[in-house]
T-cell receptor, first 112, second 115 residues
Framework: QKEVEQDPGPLSVPEGAIVSLNCTYSNSAFQYFMWYRQYSRKGPELLMY????GNKEDGRFTAQVDKSSKYISLFIRDSQPSDSATYLC????????????FGTGTRLQVTL | GAVVSQHPSWVICKSGTSVKIECRSL??????MFWYRQFPKQSLMLMAT?????????EQGVEKDKFLINHASLTLSTLTVTSAHPEDSSFYICSGAGGVGETQYFGPGTRLLVL
C-alpha cells in the first residue's frame, strides 16, 4: 500500500464547476500538507500549504485537512480552462526540510 | 512565493558526454536542495538531497557516481549527469527549502535528451 493515495484521473469538468481533489494517507507522522499544480513540461508550483486540521482559503482555492481521517482535499471554485493541469498532493513529517511524499497526481481538464 | 531557477531548460547531447544542470534559489537561502527526476505522466521521483557544504544523500537505486551533486552555496546546487546515455533522458527538477515553513519550492525543470 502506498503511503499517499491519489486518484490519477483524468478528471474533466466544465468551466465554472467546483472541483474536488483528494488524497488519503496512512502515515500519522505526516504533519505538513501541500498542494502543487504542475503544467505540462513545467516544474510544480506551490498552491497551498497547511499544517493543521481544518480549512484554509486562498482566492478560488480551499485546502481541507482532516488528520483524524488522514484525508486532505483541494477545492477549486469557478474553475477556469487555465486550471487544467496535474495537481499533486504532498506531505511531510516534522523536521527541517524533510523529504516530501507525493501522491501520483490528478490530471484535471476544464472544458469550455 | 519563493523563486527557484534552473539552467538550462533544455539540453540535447550525444551519448557519453557529461551535462551540468544548475539550480538557483533567487530570493531565499536554500539550506537544503532536492533533485528529482520525472518520466512522462508519472509523479516526481526523488534522486538526492543536498545540504550546503555537505555531501549529498542519494536515494536507493540512484548511482552517485553517475549523478554528481554539488551544493556549493545557499543559493546554488548543480547536478552533473556523467557519461550520459539515452536512458538518462528525462525531466530533471530541483527544489529548494529554506523559506517560511521550510517547504519546498520547485524550479521550472530541465529537459535532457541524450542521443
Amino acid at each position: 500500500q502506498k503511503e499517499v493515495e491519489q486518484d490519477p484521473g483524468p478528471l474533466s469538468v466544465p468551466e465554472g464547476a467546483i472541483v474536488s481533489l483528494n488524497c488519503t494517507y496512512s502515515n500519522s507522522a505526516f504533519q505538513y500538507f501541500m498542494w502543487y499544480r504542475q503544467y505540462s513540461r513545467k516544474g510544480p508550483e506551490l498552491l497551498m500549504y497547511t499544517y493543521s486540521s481544518g480549512n484554509k482559503e486562498d482566492g478560488r482555492f480551499t485546502a481541507q485537512v482532516d488528520k483524524s481521517s488522514k484525508y486532505i482535499s483541494l477545492f477549486i471554485r469557478d474553475s477556469q480552462p487555465s486550471d487544467s493541469a496535474t495537481y499533486l498532493c504532498a506531505m511531510r513529517s516534522t523536521g527541517t526540510a524533510s523529504k516530501l511524499t507525493f501522491g501520483t497526481g490528478t490530471r484535471l481538464q476544464v472544458t469550455l | 512565493g519563493a523563486v527557484v531557477s534552473q539552467h538550462p531548460s533544455w539540453v540535447i547531447c550525444k551519448s557519453g558526454t557529461s551535462v551540468k544542470i544548475e539550480c538557483r534559489s533567487l530570493d531565499f537561502q536554500a539550506t537544503t536542495m532536492f533533485w528529482y527526476r520525472q518520466f512522462p505522466k508519472q509523479s516526481l521521483m526523488l534522486m538526492a538531497t543536498s545540504n550546503e557544504g555537505s555531501k549529498a544523500t542519494y536515494e536507493q537505486g540512484v548511482e552517485k557516481d553517475k549523478f554528481l551533486i554539488n551544493h556549493a552555496s545557499l543559493t546554488l546546487s548543480t547536478l552533473t549527469v556523467t557519461s550520459a546515455h539515452p536512458e538518462d533522458s528525462s525531466f530533471y527538477i530541483c527544489s529548494g527549502a529554506g523559506g517560511v515553513g521550510e517547504t519546498q519550492y520547485f524550479g521550472p525543470g530541465t529537459r535532457l535528451l541524450v542521443l
